[in-house]
């Protein structure tokens, strides 16, 4: 709406108008016009908040040096001089001291110049937003190339906020894809990560979503046993849970009919125009230079993490990998 110019969502364009005669126009080239219109909202809207960007390249090739530098029959680092040391942080002093070695550095090129708090806040919110919902859509779709794309930039999320193991798991999922398994295999594992159970377009969920439900089935029928639960009663419900479930299907397709309450309805259009008004009336889809307020210390995700320590952390787990999975 601020794009266009638009005081409310029914209103007509008063900035960036569609051209004239658009409808006439094939649709190759309303695409292009359309994508043209969407990279310019997220230049505006959303990439007003840059990370302090760090050449990883640059950092894959002195680590592949230095890897080369070690001899591991010795378990040491030789320089071109024969001068070996054990460890490596004293290796790379010597290269630092001795032989013009350096780290690689921050691209200062990319470092964020905006100074308004309010306008980091909404970029920062749009972009993990859009992470979040394009996601979702490509788990309903089944979208593998979708799905392992966001993936990366959930695992960088996932090493902001110190979450471990997600971390090491969507790395995984990457490793596994890229590297690890055999290209029929990696095919299978990208188109095979989504299960439909009822039928019909865009109604996919995630494989693991599957298995907890099927869990949570599970768990309600042996509750019902009570004392009486044993091993035998267990695998008996784990056994034909898929089949009850598939018979109530069918019932339920036969007698057109359907279980469970139903939810009532909500008017979201009027949330969003609500919603729209208080968002345009607070100036937030402007970028105000020193505007101050309850977001001028705000972070973005992105800039919490450190790119050294999770190059170093990529690093370990491709040994890792090396080693132990293939």
């Given amino acids: ?21 658009i409808s006439t126009w094939t649709d ?19 990439k007003k908040v840059e990370s302090e960007g760090y050449n990883m390249e640059e950092m894959d090739n002195k680590s592949a040096q230095l890897q080369a530098c070690f001899n591991a029959a010795d378990g040491l680092y030789e320089c071109e001089y024969h001068k070996t040391y054990k460890t490596l942080g004293n290796f790379k002093r010597h290269l630092q001291k001795n032989h013009n070695w350096t780290s690689p550095e921050k691209d200062k090129s990319a470092t964020s110049s905006t100074k308004d708090g309010a306008a980091e806040a909404r970029a920062s919110f749009m972009k993990c937003s859009l992470i979040l919902r394009d996601t979702y859509d490509a788990y309903q779709m089944t979208d593998g190339d979708r799905i392992f794309r966001n993936a990366k930039f959930e695992m960088l999320l996932a090493d ?18 890229k590297a690890l398994l055999t290209p029929r295999q990696a095919f299978e594992y990208k188109w095979n990560c989504c299960s439909n159970t009822n039928g019909g377009i865009g109604k996919n969920v995630p494989n693991d979503l599957l298995v907890e439900m099927n869990v949570k089935s599970i768990k309600q029928k042996l509750r019902t046993q009570g004392v009486n639960v044993t091993y035998q009663s267990a695998r008996v419900i784990a056994l034909s849970s898929q089949i009850q479930n598939d018979i109530k299907q069918n019932i339920v397709q036969q007698c057109d009919t359907h279980f469970g309450a139903t ?20 100036d937030l889809m402007k970028t105000i230079q020193g505007r101050e307020g ?10 919490k993490i450190v790119p050294a320590e999770l190059h170093k952390w990529i690093s370990a787990q491709k040994l890792r990998a090396e080693r132990e999975l293939i």
């Avoid at 190759?28 to 959303?46: H, P, T």
């Avoid at 008017?267 to 969003?272: E, Q």
């Fill in 1 to 21: 709406m601020d794009f266009f110019g638009m005081e409310e969502l029914g209103s007509s364009p008063t900035k960036n108008k569609p051209p004239p005669l």
């Fill in 28 to 46: 190759d080239a309303k695409l292009r016009w359309l994508v043209s219109i969407g990279q310019q909202i997220l230049e505006n809207y959303v």
């Fill in 160 to 177: 902001a906020f110190h979450h471990t193991k997600y971390r090491l798991w969507l790395w995984r999922v990457l490793a596994y894809e």
């Fill in 263 to 282: 939810r009532s309805t909500v008017n979201k259009l009027t949330v969003i125009e609500m919603i729209t008004k208080e968002v345009l009336n607070g």
């Fill in 294 to 303: 309850v977001f001028s210390d705000f972070v973005d995700p992105f800039d």
